[in-house]
């Protein structure tokens, strides 16, 4: 569960709504602001050492780019990163060669390092101008193993294009989980991160390149599904010891689901101040512009230039706890919707597209993944 | 004049059937020539004006058939110095031919509309008739000058009030008891006031210059009218205070409304140096202070919050004031507790004499108010209500959200004045105010404000007088989440009780003393959530009640050294204790107020810490000329409660905040001085004003700050301080053919927080440094006004994204700039209104009145804020967020019944 804090944040967007109440016609507008690059190129590392049946410590490190900009964010290779325990036994991160991305993976039951719930970690990151930062200590919060995830179709009312309200089917996905990790010990604060992976086959029909499309592929394609917040739980807020069908996200049916789709649920424990943070970022990702809002606020992340205290560092490092959650959606659970394909476009239209060569399609691959059964 | 006799005289025959629209018929024989223009006036469309001792004797004989109403004049007044003027088709003017030939002033012809006024009634016996209105000056104003004496010694007397009441205009006498004012012909009421002398008040007809005679009886005084009193006319330079502006109330149903409401806070952004954040927005700024920064008195009671509708509307009923004046800078000592300004709204009393009913109609909300005798002359009562109808709109609409969907607010005031012993006065008072408002099965809000007060007015002798009062005020709101497992409630509420001495003694006209006490007992509930229905899983949260009292004494005398000096000097010496039980968190000594810095948890009652504030207020005007002074002045303010809020503006359910141990109260000083200069006899009036202040305690909330059920409220504080800074111009012209008033502020607002901001100063929320206002009416005659509105302000300071970064998850996270870095666009605004006036004749059972106006008339989209959000289709978008997207017309019928 939110804090409070963004419970009155929900005031403000429904606010936009509430005041049509009052006949003010009140509304959004797309604005065009004049992108500020001065703070374009600050460094942000983000860390985290997570612990399941497989452990392994991940590091992207990357500086910050214009909301304009269509490069993204501009990878730092190279660059050393130590993980330290408070006991200041070390283990070095590899990585960086080719993306700023820094991965050690390791059997948990051998690790490197000792890795235990109470103990704190911290990152040390040296980039390739010499400069040094590191993180604060911070303590690995033990994790409540989560009972299951369901699905259920329902329906849902939406508003259309013409302010008219109409039913549509959407799948729920709920988790139930306790929230104490060890009884007696109070609840954790939980984070989820949601991911689907839906099958895809080449449907040619239509397809100008039809013959020079080797043969029909099946690709699987995965998609962050909370792309536009945190899904976090402060268990600390509430007065249940256990989440009973707590409800993550609903969707709507689409033809992802023509073919069949699996669901990752992925919880993970935090201790309070990446909790904290995380409650941060979502604040500033759930603004609304209405006089509810928060004032935004300056992210603080947890690392800092050991010789230059000045310099704004962005991003988090934690270690967390994890529990891995699947479940599938098969085609007649979510009632055999259409796949999409072919797409009966004009020609001039009819470029290479994803019904023609699922490959296409962000995040495709044409690995099975391991836990495909179907 | 016209229609004094109604005799039909039968040597005169008018044949109204042969009548045209343009041509007459009549016959006379050896007839005076008043008698023939008495006859066609009453036996044609047409009324002719004329003043019969400037006919000759003459007697007439002629006839005429379907003749030109020309052509019968011309006869008449052949042998004449009179000509005629036809002022429009049906009204003809008869006067000299010396007066014609002049040019005359558009004030001329909406004086001659103002004569037939005036006749419209026979005067009474106790009716003054001044002048003539073939003597009118081409200005078309007439000057009076009169004259104020001791009925009984003959001697005149000085600094008496005249207020004429229809004007709202007032003056004072001089030492030789004169007084001279330039008004348009019509009927007045003269009320004439003066310490240990019987009110007088008087039904005056002017037609043209002349002079006035007063004579006044010695006795008892009504203590309401010498405190709210009207300005005297050239209090703009004579008044020793700087920074103080007095609100129209008859403008007030003349500017232009929102959905048709008149709005005394929307009025009240005209003024230099008083802003707000934007529409939908509660309360308003002043010099750059913060909204809590006010102290709003409705009489002597403490108005928490001010607006409906989340500010679209102000929570106050424009037919039940009497005065609204704002110190915005010189704050008189018997005021304290805010640092920025005072607002006294003064109410009014009921009608001693007779019943009267007034409404206004909107298509939002309308306003009733009714007013009588209890005890004729003795006691009164004024009884006024506003609601809102959209609740029931609602639900007549064919949208199943809106019909789900349900919004409400409401006043009521209640007020009972009983005279006693002729020279005491007891007031009761009621008021309540209610909003409500649910969206769907979402989320709702109420908040609503109870205040009853007791005022006692005693005048002990003619130099001597005090003002008791006591009063008790809740407001308190809560926040409702509907759906879900984290459905809530989350109230909050302040009251207070309040006592209050103020003392008068006025032992010469050249000193006056006020000395007083007040004591006040806020109880603050910062916040209690509660979970809403069997689903929600949320721990419920109750803070402890805090409780504080705030005692001042105060003493001040305004002192007249010369004709041209006055200062006016005070000492407010405050004490404040914040009380218990309540349980008290100690924080590790020297470390930084946070949570994991807290050492233990007492449980603590009695005095809990205590301030004392030593408040010295001076102020001095020194005239250069009769119509030009200088003023200055310093204050010295401290601030013992707060409204937290970690939005742009408090909201109405934003939670109040007393001093503690560990939130210590605000304190600013506060400088101005400026030059006041009117002229062409105080219609015009103009200042420029420059002020300073500097706040040495404020706080602001840290990065991320939670407010709403906090127990910790003191670790999310920031103690720093602050600076604002300005000049400000106003150009009012009072009265004429065009009238309005233009306002130009240019301010600048900093705040310096350690910990926020990296430590440098920063603009606060509230600084605009530009804010214009024109506010223009053109009276095309006494019923008919157009008026206009032009607003322009800076954008006020936003934080704003500069840059983002992306995490391993593909969540683009923004990072915002340094505080209040930015600014959001300007804000530029133009109203338009017309008012068709109330009639003529005054002796109508019941007057109508109607305004229409367009609110926004360029239906701007004024940003109220701006935000980026981010998708994945488009990428990161910037928003604005504007609270009217359109223009707002509107129409209001005015009704009242006599």
Redo the contacts between chains.
Sequence with gaps: ?????F??K??GS?L??????????????????QP?D???G?L?I?GKLSIADSGFV?V?I??????KKTT??KDVLHATVTLTDDAGNEMDIPGGMLDG?YRLGFDPDTPPIQITPGTKYQLKVKTPDNKEYVSTPEELARLPISQGIRIVRKEKEFETTTGS?QQKPVLELMISTPLEAIPGEGNKKLIW?VTSNYKLTDTPNGCQWEDTIPHIKTCYIQS?EN??E?LFFDGQ????TELTD?ILFDQLITYKFAEGCYFTVVQQSLNSDAF?YF???Q???S??????????????GNFRNTSDE?EQV??YFYPTMEDTLRIYVSPDMADFPETNCPRNLPDALSAPNQCCDCLLAPGSSLTKPFYWEF | MKKLSYILLPAICLLFGHLTAQNISIEFNKNEIPVILKAIDRGSPYRIFFKEATLPDKKLTGAFSDAPIADVLNQLLSETDLTYWFYDAKNIIILPKTLIAKEFTADYYTAIEKTKEAAAKPPSKREIIIGQIDRLAASGKATIKGHVTNKKSKKPIDLATVYIEELELGITTDANGAFEVKVPPGKYTFSVNYLGFSPYKKQVTIYSDGDLEIKMRKGAVELTTVVVGADAVDVNVGNAQAGRTRIEIASLKKTPTFLGSYDLIKNLLFAPGVSSVGEGTTGFNVRGGEVDQNLILQDEGIVFNTAHALGLFSAFNPDLLSSVILYKGNIPAQYGGRLSSVLDIGMKDGDFNSYNLKGSFGPVASNLKVEGPVIKKKSSFIVGARASYTKWLLKALKIPELNESSSLFYDVNVRFTQKLKKKNTLTLAAYTSTDNFKFQNQFGFDYSTTMGQVIYKNIFSNKLFSKLSLVANQYSSTQYDYEGLDASNFSNSASNFKIKELLTYQPDKNNKWEMGFSSILYKVNPGDLSPRGSESILLPKMLDEEKGIENALFVSLEKTLSPALTISAGLRLSAYMNLGPKSVFQYAPDAPIRVENIIDTLDKSGILASYFGLEPRLSARYKLTPTSSIKGGYSRMSQYLNQLYNSDSPTPTSQYQLSTGLIKPFKSHNFSIGYFRNMEDNNWVTSVEFYYRFIDRLYDYKDFAIIPANEHIETELRIGKGSSYGVELSIQKKTGIWNGRLSYTYSKTRKQVPSINFGQPYPSGFDRPHDFSLLLNRSFNNRHTFTLNIVYQTGRPVTAPLTNYRTPNHLVIPIYSRRNEFRIPDYQRIDIAYTIGQGYKKDRKFRTSWTFSIYNLLGRKNAYSIFFRQSPFTGTQAYKFSVLGSAFPSVTFNLEML
């Design positions: 569960m939110k804090s409070k804090q419970i009155f929900k005031f429904l936009l709504m509430a005041l049509s109440l009052f006949a003010t016609n009140s509304c959004l507008q797309e604005i065009d602001l500020n001065e703070a374009d600050l942000v983000q991940q992207y990357s500086r910050t780019f214009g909301f993204g964010p991305y309200i991160e962050l792309i536009e945190n807020q509430s007065s249940l707590f904290k409650q941060n970022t604040e500033l990702l603004r609304t512009g209405s006089m509810f809002d928060p004032l935004p606020g300056n992210l603080r000045s962005f991003g």
